[in-house]
């Protein structure tokens, strides 16, 4: 699971804002996170308390903290990444004495997310209109990739690395697995789907269908027999987040196979991809086998998140039956970024070698 937790940090440097005279940036040590606060409210070493993008607050406490008007969301309670006079701010920082007063303790522990009453944002999950929630096979584990932002040391480990990068995208999470006794389970993060008898199959089993990943899945297990194997993927389209990329229909972005937990490298999955006829239903592909360093060429991470996405670079036009069409019609920028090693790899205390950074502007942007 990814971490989010409202903790005490260490301001590591303050800075002037390059376009406001009455603001500074602070960053937050042991990330790469920085945010834009009052000009001489902090100073580099300050212990403060940092809530991350996609906080929900209690109303007691952004009543405490004054912050309603700065906040997102339909209850105006959710922290997310803006961008101020041209600078970037992700997340927020409270004094740690405002908190101490607000929580009535002189002493207080550094994970405070529990004792404030934070959690986190979740985008809802699909209605289900046609299907029943059940629970998952046991060896489809919910699916989470840790950010660069919080794990500066594992992205310092990446750029070293040969790696492939994909783009992020904006949708929803899915899965379809077969088991050892062939039985075939589709659902979305932390459930299954079942359909229902006499109604119509749930959409994400109609597109399971369609884009041939139930044959896929029974051509795999023919060739790793008495395994349990699991696609993953994002679905994106009508319906979902928006419908961001204004498909017609919705489309699977297939990111991983897994062998009974076991990832597939690459090369390895690109190969396998071709022989179940899915090669094309893979996430945009950015680069690959290439020194991460070298691709990043001088720029930080945030600015290689940015860019137009591959799924709908032109906007919407006519001619390009499987987008919708409507005026004003702009490119769309892309959610951010995944990074993986071209060979699977495994830190000691983090796990799987992998990270994401989702674009600031994105999500200043789109408000997501």
Excluded at 193 to 214: D, Y
Excluded at 221 to 238: C, K, V
Excluded at 251 to 275: A, H, P
Aim: overall charge neutral; aromatic content about 10%.
């Amino acid at each position: 699971m990814s971490v989010f937790k409202v903790e005490t940090r260490k301001i590591s440097k303050i800075c002037q804002h390059s376009n406001a005279d009455k603001l500074d940036i602070a960053q937050i040590d042991g990330t790469l996170f920085q945010c834009v606060v009052q000009k001489n409210l902090y100073k580099t070493g300050d212990i403060i308390v940092y809530f991350p993008i996609d906080s929900i607050l209690p109303d007691e406490l952004i009543e405490q903290q004054c912050i309603r008007n700065y906040l997102a969301g339909k209850d105006k309670n959710r922290v997310r990444t803006v961008i101020l006079r041209g600078e970037i701010s992700q997340g927020y920082i409270a004094p740690i004495e405002s908190i101490k007063t607000y929580l009535k303790q002189e002493c207080i522990q550094d994970d405070l997310t529990e004792v404030l009453g934070v959690i986190k944002y979740e985008p809802p999950e699909i209605k289900i209109s046609c299907g029943n929630l059940i629970s998952k096979p046991e060896f489809v584990y919910t699916y989470d990739i840790e950010g660069c932002d919080r794990f500066p040391d594992i992205l310092s480990k990446l750029m070293n690395e040969f790696v492939f990068i994909t783009e992020k995208i904006e949708g929803t999470n899915f899965w379809a697995s077969i088991d050892a006794n062939k039985k075939i389970s589709i659902g979305q993060r932390n459930f299954a789907i079942e359909n229902l008898e006499n109604k119509p199959e749930h959409s994400f089993w109609q597109v399971a269908r369609r884009e041939g990943v139930i044959d896929a899945l029974e051509k795999i297990s023919s060739i790793y027999h008495q395994s349990n194997i699991t696609i993953r993927g994002e679905l994106a389209g009508p319906g979902i987040q928006g419908n961001y990329y204004k498909l017609k229909k919705l489309k699977l972005f297939i990111f991983d196979i897994e062998v009974n937990k076991k990832v597939f490298s690459f090369n390895e999955l690109q190969l396998l991809l071709k022989d179940i006829n899915l090669l094309n239903s893979f996430v945009p592909i950015l680069a690959q086998n290439i020194l991460l360093n070298d691709w990043f060429n001088g720029k930080t991470i945030q600015q290689m998140s940015n860019g137009i996405s591959v799924i709908n670079p032109k906007g919407i036009k006519e001619d390009l039956l499987e987008f919708e069409t409507q005026k004003n019609d702009k490119p769309r920028l892309r959610e951010g970024i995944v990074i993986k090693p071209m060979q699977e790899q495994y830190v000691f205390g983090f796990g799987r070698l992998f990270l994401k950074q989702r674009d600031p502007i994105y999500l200043d942007k789109t408000g997501f």
